[in-house]
């Protein structure tokens, strides 16, 4: 399959669960309601987590060999609505962060705290993580189900975890990406795994979709910390150095730490970790030259791949097809995306 051919197809793929998720709201009556939705939606997500479980779906239904066109744009009812569920989940858990966060912005659009208010976005995630929770129980069964409900569970012990870090300055690697497991991977994991229970798939199907979900979403949140270092705003649609003010323990910063000087150690520690949040903004430039000389950066980028590489690894079990193409190609945008 040559790029061009990719992308088409991929596009396909992202015009039909659009499609599929406006026919779903189709049935939200409330004028505010619809309008968040909307914005909250259908602001040019990237819609991975759909994606992988249509795709995973298809790569099991093409190794056993059922009458299934495994790049077609249209998929059985159950799996388009099954992965759809996936994505109102995450953007449920944007919506509560945003409110966590106070974040002004988000994909460069005011996020919807900002644009209406806090309650409406709070309840705006509930609806959807309800109706999240309704889609997979009918279109998936209690195995999905089960999946889902984990990846929540893991989801928000994993918000915790992050917020005990950022105020105990835990500079352990191991926590880090403890958190990352819950915040980030368990929900593409669960996508990817869910997609093998509906296609009927077998355990070690699931093991290697559930091993290409985890890394997928770990080395997708290790060039989100880059990208707060290294992106640029007009691009990624926030500012810089967000995740340094908020006192995140990322995992640039956590290299950097492990590879200073004593004496840019304690600097870190004492004079950035521990001031206030508008201290640390100050600094940011400061902080990203020390990163860049530590060859924190540069490491990242290299953890990033290691990880891409380990979860293709996991999908050798399955023989060469258009579907590992898609999934290979979706490692890559994984690495290379600029926001």
Known sequence: MNPEELQKQLIAKVQHIDQVMRDDLAMVRQPRLAAVLDHALFTGGKRIRPLLTLLAASLVKA???????????????????????????????LLHDDVIDRAGQRRGRATVNTRWDQGTA??????????AVSLVGNAGGGECLELMAVAIQAMVAAEFAQMDASTNHDWRQSTYFAVLRGKTAALIAAACESGVVIADG???????????????GLAFQVIDDLLDYLGEPGVTGKALGNDLREGKMTLPLLIAHQQATPTQRLWLEEQIMAASPAQRGEQ????????????????????????????????TI????????MLSALGQYVLERKK
């Open 63 to 93: 190794q056993s060999g059922c009458d299934h066109s495994p790049v077609s744009a249209v998929e059985p009812a159950s799996v388009a609505r099954l992965a759809i569920a996936f994505e109102y989940l995450h953007a449920a858990s």
């Open 122 to 131: 709070i309840l705006a995630g509930n609806f959807l993580h309800v109706r």
């Open 202 to 216: 077998r355990r070690q199907q699931r093991q290697a979709l559930r091993a290409y979900g985890v890394n997928l």
């Open 284 to 315: 940011f430039s400061r902080v990203r030259e020390l990163l860049t000389v530590t060859g924190a950066f540069a490491a990242c980028r290299a953890k990033a791949e290691e990880l891409i590489a380990e979860g293709l690894a996991a999908l």
């Open 318 to 325: 399955f023989p060469a097809g258009p579907e590992q193409i």
